[in-house]
């Protein structure tokens, strides 16, 4: 019989212990934070692209799907490895109100069902984010000379195998996709992988 898990509101309790009972993952507080401010799961809730459950009364509720992705990127992780390792950190998944998060599989599977309207649901959450946040940082952090810095990055991510849709052969002859990402201040506006 499958569960139901969902990020459930919870009250703090800060206290000192030893390392061995701390989560590797502390540094994370001040972004979740400011996520919670955004309202994140609110608008992660809002998207039905992002539900692809037939009963959501079982499963993951795709803010835990969206929160696990951010904490284990956003602390260094690469993988969906990386994603399910965030399992063993007990101190961490009672922060976030959290009984289990996915593993490899369930990860896989809902990236796969997202399809076209999942991932623009995705991008207009960043954008949206990235408008709420912008105004809130002081000027002088974002500013060079003046102007709000922008910069546009094309990287080449070279891949072999018979599956890479839309690879296509690079100047150096090897096949890749281009990871085209747009930046505006600190943040990652855009990105398209093609």
């Known amino acids: 019989m499958s569960k139901h898990y969902s990020l459930r509101p919870h009250r703090l309790d800060i206290e000192f212990r030893p390392a061995c009972r701390a989560s590797a993952h502390g540094c994370q507080l001040a972004p979740l934070a400011l ?30 799907y ?3 992705f951010l904490v284990a990127f956003t602390s260094g992780g690469v993988s969906l490895a990386d994603v399910e390792r965030l399992n063993e950190d007990e101190p961490l998944k ?17 990236l796969r069902a997202l399809g076209a309207p999942g991932w623009q649901a995705l991008r207009q959450i960043n954008r949206d984010f990235l408008a709420w946040a912008l105004p809130q ?43 085209q990402t747009l930046w505006v201040g600190p943040f990652v506006a855009d990105q398209s992988l093609s």
Request: hydrophobic share 40%; proline share 3%; glycine share 8%.
């Open 35 to 64: 996520l919670e401010q955004f309202g994140l799961r609110q608008r992660v809730q809002q998207q039905p692209a992002l539900d692809s459950r037939t009963d959501q009364h079982h499963g993951f509720d795709p803010e835990v």
């Open 66 to 68: 969206v929160v696990c």
């Open 94 to 110: 009672a922060f976030l109100g959290v009984e289990k998060f996915p593993d490899q599989s369930a990860l896989g599977e809902w």
């Open 137 to 179: 940082v002081k000027a002088e952090r974002l500013l060079q000379a003046g102007r709000l810095e922008s910069f546009f990055d094309d990287t080449q991510i070279e891949v072999s195998g018979k599956w890479f849709e839309g690879a296509t052969i690079n100047s150096e002859g090897n096949w890749a996709l281009s990871w």
